[in-house]
């Protein structure tokens, strides 16, 4: 794995290379922390820095200014190193964290065709709950963007936070799309019978208009199906809410939750206070679950690309 950063290490070895190929031996042996940085190098560092440490343990040397140098090129590769591992991982927790939202949020909505609940706000908070899971999971390893949405706005308003390039924006994007996906899949294959079990009370044929009661748990409408007059046992019909009216409300919670999110990590907002930091993830699962009590009779409320 070679992030789009990393200086290849076939490149530091040329740089040793093209120092000390030429460089006479004095006879002052390399520091015995050179040698151990030597054996910690990689397996693909290079012949040239792997030649130089095995001269250093015959007892060759060369000018200490140079022998600093060659630290100083060693310890450049471990970082490189380290930092594919960092960015590996952040790619990695952005996957999980987002997987464990569908899980626990998609995976409440398909939970309500077995009728364990009443009302918008037990799957609300279901839902924020699983954020703040989520967050609190993954918040050390990548910063827990957890949606697009959220990825777009650092690389826009605060790329320094979690050290954002257009590039790595994509890649967390990616993980993100990816993790939703299999956590869908997952999600199909716990609830598989409950949906079947939903269609046939309900007399629903898939593929069938009055099959959106359960696609709804896989995807966004509006209104929403359990509460529209066609589908459901609530007030709306298709008219009530437009193709605008949908974009505007979902833009506007995106808006609050994003909002919500710089706010409440902003390092100059003392309002949580140093000791109560750790309530961040807390409270922005908390604002996720205002939101749908609020908007998801109108659209689902998705927040989420």
Same mark, same amino acid.
Request: charged share 15%.
């Given at each position: 794995l070679k992030p789009f950063?990393?200086? $290849?290490?076939?490149?530091? *070895?040329?740089?040793?290379e093209s120092r000390f190929s030429h460089t006479p031996a004095l006879g002052c042996p390399l520091s015995s *922390?050179?040698?151990k940085k030597k054996k910690r190098m990689p397996m693909n560092a290079g012949v040239d820095v792997v030649e130089l440490g095995d001269a250093a343990e015959k007892g060759a040397c060369y000018p200490a200014d140079n022998t600093v140098q060659v630290a100083q090129v060693l310890?450049?590769?471990?970082e490189e190193e380290?930092?594919?591992?960092?960015?590996?991982?952040?790619?990695?927790?952005?996957a999980f964290g987002t997987a464990m939202i569908v899980l626990f949020g998609c995976g409440s909505v398909c939970s309500t065709l077995s009728g364990a609940y009443?009302?918008? @706000?037990?799957?609300?908070?279901? @839902?924020g709950f699983g954020v703040a899971?989520?967050?609190? *999971?993954?918040?050390?390893? *990548? =910063?827990?963007?957890?949606? $697009?949405?959220?990825?777009?706005?650092?690389?826009?308003?605060?790329p320094?936070?979690? =050290?954002?390039? $257009?590039?790595k924006s994509l890649a967390y994007v990616a993980a993100q799309f990816a993790g939703a996906i299999v956590g869908a899949i997952i999600n199909l294959a716990v609830y598989s019978n409950t949906i079947e079990a939903f269609e046939r009370e309900n007399g629903i044929v898939r593929g069938e208009p009055n099959s959106i009661k359960t696609a709804s748990a896989f995807g966004e409408y509006f209104p929403n199906p359990g509460l529209s007059k066609e589908y459901g046992g609530g007030p709306y019909v298709q008219d009530d809410v437009s193709m605008g009216k949908a974009l505007f409300v979902e833009a506007w919670g995106t808006f609050i939750l994003a909002f919500v999110v710089f706010g409440i990590t902003n390092k100059h907002n003392k309002a949580l206070g140093d000791a109560a930091r750790p309530g961040v993830p807390f409270m922005i699962g908390a604002t996720v679950a205002v939101l749908l009590a609020l908007y998801a009779p109108i659209t689902q409320a998705g927040w989420n690309p």
């Open positions: 950063w990393r200086k $290849p290490v076939w490149a530091l *070895s040329w740089q040793v *922390s050179l040698q310890e450049l590769a471990e380290t930092r594919a591992v960092k960015f590996a991982r952040a790619l990695l927790a952005e009443q009302g918008i @706000w037990q799957v609300a908070i279901v @839902w899971l989520a967050i609190y *999971s993954t918040a050390e390893a *990548s =910063g827990a963007h957890l949606n $697009p949405a959220i990825t777009l706005a650092f690389q826009l308003i605060r320094q936070a979690h =050290g954002m390039t $257009p590039l």
